[in-house]
């Protein structure tokens, strides 16, 4: 009776069909994601006149993770604009979630600002004094200056070489106030507002505090600089 019911058990299992193992997610496949985010990056670089290259690194053909029912997402897990070796971020959110970031190396080459001639500590920008070239965008981790409009009139923190490229930490924005300038003082309290005149007892760019005597009471009052020649102090 009990060889029987051996006998039985094994022709069942002969018999019984072979199910496969679940599919894994192999180095292949996060290859392809990481190459279809790539890839679509870099055209969408292209739509802002730049150029964007890269390269995916090495991964592990022996990698084998769980069954991903539902397509990988990819996303960087730094700023391109900023580093040339960016991680992709590849993932399943599935109902077995997994992450794994995968190593690249990329070139961002687009137009930026840099200095048309030598420019001193203190002088402030003009069109005249900028010039476009073509750069790789992402060799510096500080950024770099695209649009002319929005330095014009800024200040050069320290001097530079002709044709060095402009990043944001080169420039500062002028004082709005000048020690000695003669200000208007506008006390504000939502709709209703006073105003009188003052004298400015320190510099400050647009937003900073400032101390001003106000010349017809002569008291000296706190006030924000809200623009050239004039502060508001809330009520």
């Not at 150029?51 to 996303?75: F, K, M, N, V, W």
Request: proline residues 6%; contains cysteine; glycine residues 8%.
């Amino acid at each position: 009776m009990r060889m029987r019911i051996i006998f039985l058990a094994a022709m069942c299992v002969l018999l019984s069909p072979v199910t496969p193992a679940a599919e894994k997610t192999t180095a292949d496949a996060i290859r392809t994601a990481a190459h279809s985010f790539l890839a679509t990056w870099a055209d969408s670089l292209s739509n802002r006149g730049y150029e964007g290259t890269y390269e995916i690194g090495h991964i592990d053909s022996r990698l084998a993770l769980a069954s991903c029912h539902q397509p990988l997402a990819a996303e960087f897990s730094g700023d391109p604009l900023r580093t040339t070796s960016p991680s992709v971020l590849i993932s399943c959110r599935g109902e077995r979630p997994w992450r794994m970031y995968v190593t690249t190396s990329v070139r961002v080459i687009g137009p930026a600002l840099v200095a048309a001639r030598p420019l001193a500590r203190g002088e402030r920008l003009t069109k005249d004094l900028l010039s476009v070239k073509q750069v790789q965008l992402n060799a510096s981790r500080r950024g770099v200056l695209t649009d002319e409009a929005s330095v014009d009139g800024m200040m050069m923190r320290r001097p530079v070489n002709s044709g060095t490229i402009l990043t944001p930490d080169l420039l500062e924005a002028p004082n709005a106030i000048e020690r000695g300038d003669h200000v208007m003082i506008t006390a504000r309290s939502g709709s209703f507002s006073v105003t009188s005149r003052g004298k400015a007892l320190a510099n400050a760019g647009v937003g900073e505090q400032v101390l001003v005597e106000n010349l017809r009471s002569s008291r000296t009052v706190k006030a924000r600089a809200v623009g050239p020649g004039r502060v508001e102090i809330p009520m």
